[in-house]
């Protein structure tokens, strides 16, 4: 590469280009140390306008660029490709006035926390509620449509987005930013891009949609003796009043969590835990714990002992009681380098799905250790693989793969239930999706990035846009 490319790079955000390595270092390797790039440099644009100057340099020079958010993401879709720049969108801090239909406007790179703690600080919520949400930005949590705990109420990013603003590859802005709750005017470009994993342009703002917060909240947990009972229950969990959340995790799971937080469990970790977090605002003026009782009953009816539930009400006890769900990420990176899966089946394959992990993975690896959890109420799991010892191998970590995915498959499933795609799922994509759709996909990226400039090697094979 010309040096003529660095001095235009530097003319595009002046004083705003690293190319130091150990400046680098943070933007090169993802949060699960799983994969690494090589970038020749990174952009901290401060404004829209750089940031269309310098996606306009790199388009102009062919240099691939790299989104990257928080750097939170599960699936290396913010790796830098080597020889790439990365645009962190971390200066990109800007924040509008809550307008009176509850909808705000904020640069990329506020973190999802700051963005909630401004909604407290209007009397709203954001209604997303991440465990990385302290690093996750904006910017990122709608390239990704980002899921999380209470999708269940709220829905997944796409669904709390109103309006966004994104710089194309040839440095043209797209602004949807719109202040109206209806305009049914020809493609939803807003739509497109929540999702599209930088792949199609960096999202610069986006227009987030608050919601009013519950009063008082209770947080529950139930520990299942095996899946087979929590799966019966569903249909009972399912009918608490208030519900925001119901979550899972094998009870292995949580005692992993439970070492890291070097506390004890409050229930039996033999079998399968299932959290649920209510919140009051339709529950009338029955407090949350009369409003549940009844749930509760049935479930003991049913066969649960009644010391396998524990109920959390004040903020000090509904966190602790959250930990041994949120933290299990945690402590699982803490114990090593894991292969992460994010898979979804038909809620009626789940049971089946679930036992048949364990065997799936050994029949792999006998030393590799699956840790699992997720969303409950979407059906969505959350297939950690730790190694025995040492780390996996490249081949031993795709035969890991594509025994359950082929599995997640052949039930009718998705392999990517919330994480998306980027590096780690791109090569299950047509089999996902099937090939008219991903050629159409693909009709789509090279129309808005003829070059294939954006996060190349994301979501499509390197090429395989260029049908
Ligand atoms: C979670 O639900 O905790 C996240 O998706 C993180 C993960 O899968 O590790
Ligand atoms: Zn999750």
């Given at each position: 590469m010309d040096s003529s490319f660095d001095a235009a790079l530097d003319a595009a955000a002046p004083g705003r280009i690293l190319r130091d390595a150990d400046a680098m270092a943070r933007y090169s390797t993802d949060w699960t140390r799983r994969w690494t790039g090589s970038p020749r440099a990174v952009a901290r644009p401060r404004s829209v306008e750089d940031v269309a100057a310098v996606l306009a340099v790199c388009n102009d020079h062919r240099v691939s660029v790299v989104p990257q958010g928080g750097n939170t993401g599960l699936v290396g879709g913010a790796v830098p490709a080597d020889g790439s720049v990365v645009v962190t969108t971390e200066a990109l801090t800007s924040t509008s006035d809550v307008r009176e239909d509850g909808s705000v406007t904020v640069g990329a790179g506020v973190t999802l926390h700051e963005l909630e703690r401004l909604a407290q600080e209007n009397g709203r919520t954001t209604g997303l509620a991440l465990a990385s949400g302290a690093s996750a930005t904006v910017g990122g949590v709608a390239s990704t449509n980002a899921g999380g705990a209470r999708v269940l109420r709220y829905g997944t990013a796409r669904d709390r987005i109103g309006g966004l603003r994104a710089v194309l590859a040839n440095g043209e802005v797209v602004d949807?930013?719109?202040?109206?709750?209806k305009d049914n005017t020809g493609y939803d470009l807003t739509n497109l891009l929540v999702g599209s994993e930088g792949t199609l342009a960096v999202i610069t703002d986006v227009t987030w949609k608050l919601v009013a917060p519950h009063r008082d909240r209770l947080v529950l947990a139930f520990a299942f003796p095996d899946s087979g009972s929590a799966a019966d229950a569903l249909t009972t969990l399912l009918s608490f009043p208030g519900l925001d959340a119901v979550e899972w995790a094998a009870g292995s799971a949580v005692k992993r969590a439970a070492a890291l937080l070097d506390t004890t469990p409050p229930?039996?970790?033999d079998g399968f835990w299932v959290f649920v977090e209510l919140g009051d605002s339709d529950v009338g003026d029955r407090s949350l714990v009369d409003a549940s009782a009844p749930v509760i009953d049935s479930l003991t009816a049913s066969?649960?002992?009644?010391?396998?539930i524990a109920v959390a009400v004040s903020v000090t006890e509904r966190r602790a009681l959250w930990s041994f769900r949120e933290r299990i990420t945690e402590s699982v990176s803490a114990a090593g380098v894991p292969v992460k899966l994010d898979v979804g089946v038909p809620v009626h394959e789940f049971c089946a799905f679930v036992d048949a992990l364990p065997s799936t993975v050994h029949g792999v690896d006998a030393a590799a250790i699956p840790v699992l959890f997720g969303h409950f109420a979407e059906s969505n799991i959350h297939v950690n693989i730790l190694p025995g010892s040492g780390t996996f191998s490249e081949a031993v970590a795709e035969a890991l793969e594509d025994a359950v995915l082929d599995h997640v498959l052949s039930v009718g499933g998705t392999v990517s239930a919330e994480h998306g795609v980027g590096r780690a799922k791109r090569r299950w994509l047509t089999r996902q999706r099937g090939a008219v759709q991903v050629q159409a996909m693909a009709a789509i990226k090279n129309a808005w990035d003829p070059h294939s400039i954006l996060n190349p090697g994301v979501l499509f094979d390197r090429g395989q846009a260029a049908i």
């Open positions: 949807r930013r719109v202040g109206l709750r229930l039996p970790t066969g649960l002992d009644a010391d396998r």
